[in-house]
């Protein structure tokens, strides 16, 4: 949370349940999204939220999700997050405000969360699976993405192109935000073919150096975004080899927190 009016909203509703709700209040390090700027006025909110009642001060959070680019992008950005969170830190102290738990951190760079000054938590959340983007951004391969969606090719009928039976609705319509930035997902083990194009129900491939494509041929796709690709399912299922070993239901299917 990144306001007081969200904290008293928490402390109204924690006060009238009879519990105590642990928070840690947001400040923006450069993503510009949310989260309170690294002023003076700021520690104002922050002493304002630790004198509501039913509320457990628990500390601070930051997201660094301007931090993609690729490894030598990162070499420059992480020193820049690093100024602006001891600059965080300074404001802080200077208001006597402890900060038990500072919370951060993403996928590109959870790899180098120890490089990230005074950061006691990390939250990479595609790190679960990685994806395309994870990849183009230099933190991983190919070898590391757990998530694939399956597909069949339904047509092969156009010269040079073959389309699956997999588009946004199944894919996400999330563009690529690293690397060249483009296409909409990878073809597992076929370099040679490009999905370039996606309608709601088939991703369009354009078929490269040569290669062939037969109607019917199953493929895997590293979508370029897991996280709203896996909340467009209803289950997963987890694949040993060629064995499904277990499926899981997508609990969070469809909902918006």
Partial sequence: MDTLAHAQGISRGAKAAGVEVGIRLE?????????????????????RVRA??????????????????????????IPRE?????RLYSLLDGAGIPYPLVSGGNTPAAYLSHQFHGVTEIRPGTYVFNDRNTVDAESVTYADCAATVLTTVVSTSVAGRAIIDAGSKTLSADAL????????GYIQDHPEYILEGLSEEHGHIAITNGASIHLGDRLRVVPNHVCPCINLHDQVYLVSGEKV?????????????
Avoid at 27 to 47: I, K, Y
Avoid at 52 to 75: D, F, T
């Fill in 177 to 184: 935000l690293s690397g060249e930035k483009k296409y909409h």
């Fill in 245 to 257: 070993v277990d499926r899981w239901k997508v609990a969070g299917r469809g909902k918006v927190a």
């Fill in 82 to 86: 690093n100024e602006r969170l001891d």
């Fill in 52 to 77: 509501l009642p039913n509320i457990r001060w628990e500390g601070i959070s930051v997201y660094p999700g301007h931090i993609m680019g690729n490894r030598k992008i990162r070499e420059q950005d």
């Fill in 27 to 47: 400040f923006d390090t450069g993503l510009r999204r949310c989260g309170l700027p690294l002023e003076e006025q700021a520690m104002d909110v922050a002493r």
